[in-house]
């Protein structure tokens, strides 16, 4: 149980392209879910905090009109890199929560490439 | 803010060489403390969830344990399939927020 898909798995796009990313419980309902992006070598750093029919909390230094989050279901929530340039370019991971919980699951990440 | 360290950076183990992760944080008021693996290019896998000090929870191989400051992932007798970065990460009581360290990559040789 708790298994959170993430799609694409890669993404190569051209600088000034937006990209979504899809994050998915598959078998929980999740009100909340989290962004985070991952440098090599590098920790996890929580970018949002997105809750379902509500708009994302962001942290401090997230630019809002660049990654725009929308969390429709209890079941998906949508990361889009707008105009995207290769400073970029990393490894977005999301995770869910359980509605009963604090456990955090996370996907597979996705490995953004910006050219 | 809620401050997570972990120690060492990078574990090097022969096989069955029994050996023990650290985790020592900040936080205001505690809800969880969680550990989990993470290989390379794949998001983390949860392991355990601790809430409060003196509680122990093992799984296979590891074992982790709480105190108010810290915490320790222990591994009796690894394999070399146990090689990868555990990541430790505390939520506060108020938020359901992670703040993660920066990991400890163990590499277990055969």
């Known amino acids: 149980g708790a298994v959170v898909s993430q799609h694409p798995s890669w993404v190569i796009c051209k600088s000034g392209t937006s990209v979504k990313i899809e994050c998915r419980s598959l078998d929980f309902q999740a009100t909340t879910m989290f962004w985070y992006r991952q440098f090599p070598k590098q920790s996890l750093m929580l970018m949002a905090t997105?809750?379902?029919?509500?708009?994302?909390?962001?942290e401090q230094g997230v630019e809002k009109d660049k990654f725009l989050i929308n969390h429709a279901s209890l079941t998906l929530s949508t990361l889009t890199v707008t105009s995207a340039h290769p400073e970029d370019s990393s490894f977005y991971i999301c995770s869910a929560r359980e509605n009963t919980g604090g456990e955090q699951y996370f996907g597979p990440g996705t490995r953004l490439t910006v050219t | 803010e809620d401050q997570v360290t972990q120690s060492p950076e990078a574990l090097r183990l022969q096989e069955g060489e029994s050996s023990s992760l650290n985790c020592s944080y900040t936080v205001s008021g505690l809800r969880g403390l969680f550990w989990y693996r993470q290989d390379p290019g794949k998001g983390p896998e949860f392991l355990f969830t601790?809430?409060?000090a003196g509680e122990e929870k093992e799984k296979e191989r590891l074992k982790a344990t709480l105190t108010k400051k810290e915490s320790f992932l222990h591994i009796t007798a690894p394999k070399p399939e146990d090689s990868a970065t555990y990541l430790c990460a505390v939520q506060p009581s108020n938020d359901y927020k992670l703040s993660f360290g920066a990991g400890t990559t163990v590499t277990v040789r055969a």
């Open positions: 997105s809750n379902e029919g509500s708009k994302a909390t962001y």
């Open positions: 601790l809430y409060s």
